[in-house]
C-alpha cells in the first residue's frame, strides 16, 4: 500500500545544529510529560521551580521571572498554594510582604519529574571529559549568543 504523503526528510542543516534542535525538542517533550503527570500547566511548573530554586521569593519576583502581571501572579500562586506545594510567609517586618516557599520535594517523586530530564543531561556530561564539556559548553554558548543577536 502506497502512501500519498511524502516520507518525513532530515532536517536541514548542519549536525550540531540538529543536534541542538533534537535537545531542545527533546526537553520541550520531557517537560510536558512531566506536567501532564502532575497536572501542572506550563506557567505553574515555572513558577513552581523558580521558587523552589529560590525560596522565600517575593510574588514580584515569580511575577517578573514569568514576565506576568500582578494579577496573574496571585493567581498563580493561589493554586499552587490551593495544590498544596508551595506555602505563604508574611514577612516579619512588613505585613504587606509575603514569601512564597515550595513546600513539595523537588528531588523527589512525583514532583522530581519537572527536572529529570535536566538531571540526566547534567549526569552525562559529568562523565564526560571535563575539557570537553567546557569546549562543548563554550560552543553553544557562543551559537546562544549569535542567534540572539
Request: no cysteine.
Given at each position: 500500500?502506497?502512501?500519498?504523503?511524502?516520507?518525513?526528510?532530515?532536517?536541514?542543516?548542519?549536525a550540531l545544529?540538529?543536534a541542538?534542535?533534537?535537545?531542545?525538542?527533546?526537553?520541550r517533550?520531557?517537560?510536558?510529560?512531566?506536567?501532564?503527570?502532575?497536572s501542572?500547566n506550563?506557567?505553574?511548573?515555572?513558577a513552581?521551580?523558580?521558587?523552589?530554586?529560590?525560596?522565600?521569593?517575593?510574588p514580584s519576583?515569580?511575577?517578573?521571572?514569568?514576565?506576568?502581571?500582578?494579577?496573574?501572579?496571585?493567581?498563580l500562586?493561589?493554586?499552587l498554594?490551593?495544590?498544596?506545594?508551595?506555602?505563604?510567609d508574611?514577612?516579619a517586618?512588613?505585613?504587606?510582604?509575603?514569601?512564597?516557599?515550595a513546600?513539595?520535594d523537588l528531588?523527589?517523586p512525583p514532583?522530581?519529574e519537572?527536572?529529570?530530564?535536566?538531571?540526566?543531561?547534567?549526569?552525562?556530561?559529568?562523565?564526560m571529559?571535563?575539557?570537553l564539556?567546557?569546549?562543548?559548553?563554550?560552543?553553544?554558548?557562543?551559537?546562544?549568543?549569535?542567534a540572539r543577536?
Amino acid at each position: 500500500m502506497q502512501s500519498s504523503e511524502a516520507p518525513l526528510s532530515p532536517l536541514p542543516g548542519s549536525a550540531l545544529g540538529r543536534a541542538l534542535l533534537a535537545y531542545g525538542e527533546a526537553r520541550r517533550t520531557a517537560a510536558a510529560e512531566a506536567r501532564r503527570a502532575l497536572s501542572l500547566n506550563e506557567l505553574d511548573a515555572r513558577a513552581l521551580l523558580f521558587i523552589g530554586d529560590n525560596p522565600g521569593a517575593r510574588p514580584s519576583h515569580v511575577r517578573d521571572h514569568l514576565g506576568i502581571t500582578s494579577a496573574g501572579v496571585t493567581t498563580l500562586i493561589d493554586r499552587l498554594v490551593q495544590r498544596g506545594a508551595v506555602k505563604r510567609d508574611l514577612d516579619a517586618e512588613d505585613r504587606r510582604v509575603n514569601h512564597i516557599t515550595a513546600i513539595v520535594d523537588l528531588d523527589a517523586p512525583p514532583w522530581s519529574e519537572l527536572r529529570a530530564f535536566d538531571a540526566a543531561i547534567e549526569d552525562a556530561v559529568t562523565r564526560m571529559d571535563p575539557a570537553l564539556a567546557d569546549r562543548v559548553a563554550g560552543v553553544i554558548d557562543e551559537l546562544v549568543a549569535h542567534a540572539r543577536r
